[in-house]
C-alpha cells in the first residue's frame, strides 16, 4: 500500500510538472509572439522614418533602413514560430505603415508625430529585446492583455 501512495505521489507530481512546464512553454511562446509583433510594428516604423529622410538625409535614411530590416528579420522569425502566416506578416506590415502615413497626414513634414509615439521604444527593443520579454512573461501571468507598449498610431 505505501509503495502504491509513494508511486501515485510521483505520478500526480510528475503531471503537476509537466503541466506547469507547457504553461511556462505556452507563456513563453505568447511572450515571444507579442514582443516579435512589437518589433514587426518597430520595423514598420523605422522604414517610415527612412523614407521621409531619405531625400534631405540619404545617408541617415540609409541607417533608418538598416535597423528596419534587421530588426524585420528577428520579427518575421519570431512571428513563424508563433504560427503567424507570412500573408499575416505582409498584411499587417501594410496596415501598420498605413496607419502612420494617417498619422502624418500623408506629410513627411509630420514626423514628429511618429518620433514622440515610437522613437525611444523601437530603439531599445532593436538594441535588446531581453527587457520587454520579461516584461510580456509578467504581463501574461498576471493574465493582462496589454503590456504597455506604443500600439499602432
Not at 503541466?19 to 520595423?43: F, H, P, R, W
Not at 540609409?62 to 513563424?80: E, H, K, N, P, W
Not at 493582462?144 to 499602432?152: A, H
Request: proline content about 3%; overall charge negative; aromatic content about 4%.
Amino acid at each position: 500500500m505505501r509503495t502504491n501512495v509513494i508511486a501515485l505521489m510521483a505520478v500526480c507530481l510528475s503531471v503537476v510538472a509537466a503541466t506547469a512546464q507547457t504553461d511556462i512553454d505556452e507563456d513563453m511562446k505568447s511572450a515571444l509572439g507579442e514582443v516579435a509583433g512589437e518589433m514587426q510594428l518597430c520595423g514598420d516604423y523605422f522604414s517610415v522614418v527612412s523614407r521621409c529622410l531619405k531625400p534631405q538625409k540619404p545617408e541617415l535614411a540609409a541607417t533608418y533602413q538598416v535597423a528596419s530590416d534587421r530588426i524585420m528579420l528577428s520579427a518575421i522569425s519570431g512571428q513563424q514560430a508563433a504560427g503567424v502566416s507570412d500573408k499575416a506578416i505582409v498584411a499587417q506590415s501594410l496596415a501598420s505603415t498605413e496607419l502612420m502615413m494617417k498619422a502624418m497626414n500623408g506629410n513627411c513634414s509630420n514626423i514628429q508625430v511618429l518620433l514622440n509615439k515610437y522613437m525611444n521604444f523601437c530603439l531599445q527593443l532593436d538594441h535588446d529585446a531581453d527587457p520587454r520579454l520579461k516584461e510580456w512573461i509578467a504581463c501574461i501571468h498576471a493574465r493582462r492583455q496589454s503590456c504597455g507598449g506604443p500600439g499602432l498610431p
